[in-house]
């Protein structure tokens, strides 16, 4: 069949159309977000370079993760008196004895799901909310859980404020996952467990990657990805070593 060129040009038109609406399915609500993007923008530019790409063999390569930490206002989701260290390179206090991981962490853990737009993926540890920002920049099924009450708060308070609405929150234990969620496509737990919780184990889909830190809380821990193959057979690799606020256990604490 020959498409005459007018004809080919609105088709090739009509589908960049299709694409930019099905991209703007995830992310924050625009109007919300567009003015929140500019703020300390230069800053945050600065970060991307020299934290992510500038950091030699183990630079940040992959373009949607980029993309999504330029455009997240971090400082957001820092309590105002430690706002000004938000694109520095360390993790951030954000009360409750907790922080905010280092922007380059958060960017390798997102790189190493290899998280695709549509699949549905699982946060255990909400902390600030940032985390699940970046990840709703890549996929709009983004579920949450969080221990701490007035983290959840918190969290809740900093995603609603920029336009997150299609963030799942739930204030839980993480050990147990959301089971009438599942199965996910993709885990990240990003506080330190003392080893791979099995109900995550069992809600991630077969052919499915997790990203968690593993080791006790006054050592080096090992941040592993875990993939279950189709036949449900788990292989884990280390990405890096870490230190994390642990995986807290025990009844649901409202505050620590
Ligand atoms: N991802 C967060 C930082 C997480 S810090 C961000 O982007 O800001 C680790 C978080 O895990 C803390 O908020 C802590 O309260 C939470 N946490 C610890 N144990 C947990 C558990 N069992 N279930 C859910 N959250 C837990």
Known sequence: MIIPLNKLVLLVLLGSLWIGTTVSLAGAESADLASNTAERFHERRMMVETQ?????????????????????????????????????????????????????????????????PGMKVLEVGTGSGYQAAILSEITPYVFTIELLRTLYEFSKKNLTDLGYHEIRCHKGDGYYGRPEYAPFDRIIVTCAALHIPPPLMEQLTPGGKMIIPVGGQFETQRLLLVSKDLEGNRRSETVTLVRFVPLLRGAPQDDL
């Open 52 to 116: 992510l790409q500038g950091r030699g063999r183990e630079a940040i390569t992959d373009k949607t993760v980029l993309d999504a930490m330029l455009k997240v206002p971090r400082h957001r989701f820092i309590p105002e008196n430690n706002r000004r260290l938000a694109y520095s390179d360390g993790p951030v206090p954000i009360g409750q004895g907790q922080t905010i991981s280092q922007p380059y962490i958060v960017a390798l853990m997102t790189q190493a799901l290899a998280l695709k």
